[in-house]
């Protein structure tokens, strides 16, 4: 794409764009602090959410989580067993397919990111006027 096809930027457009980016790093920020505070590791909280909101009728695979958090699978089995560990995840079998294993939350997974889940949420509805502020100025 070049510049010309791309349109002017307006210093609008450049402030826009700069305070997205604060907004979304706010928030990273507050979600990574979030997750210490609850004694998880950012990444484990992401896991665990990624598999708790997992889309399709089956339950996530490694192969999955690694895919919804752009890792790689080494990296993804690593992350698993560690929250597998610390009892907050655990691995299932499929009985149709024994080489297909699945994973799903305990109790102490759940809790853990319902709370987290909770935060978030009223972090998010904090931050959606300033969002949709921005939002509105990229549509003019």
């Known amino acids: ?37 609850a004694g998880l590791a950012p990444q484990q909280h992401q896991a665990l959410l990624a598999i708790k909101g997992f889309e399709k009728d089956d339950a996530p695979t490694v192969g999955d ?5 752009a890792i790689k699978h080494h ?26 294993v699945s994973l799903a939350l305990t109790a102490s997974g759940e809790n853990i990111l319902a709370d987290l889940s909770s935060e978030h949420r009223d972090e998010l509805r904090m931050l959606t006027p300033s969002l949709k502020a921005l939002f509105a100025k990229l549509e003019r």
């Open 1 to 37: 794409m070049t510049a010309k096809s791309r349109g002017k930027l307006t210093a609008a457009d450049y402030q826009v764009l700069a305070e997205f980016r604060l907004l979304m790093r706010r928030f990273m920020m507050f979600s990574q602090n979030a997750a210490r505070d």
């Open 75 to 100: 990296s993804a089995v690593g992350l698993v067993d560690r929250l597998v560990k610390a009892g907050h995840l655990k691995r299932r079998q499929n009985a149709a397919d024994r080489r297909r």
């Open 65 to 69: 989580l690694a895919e919804r958090l």
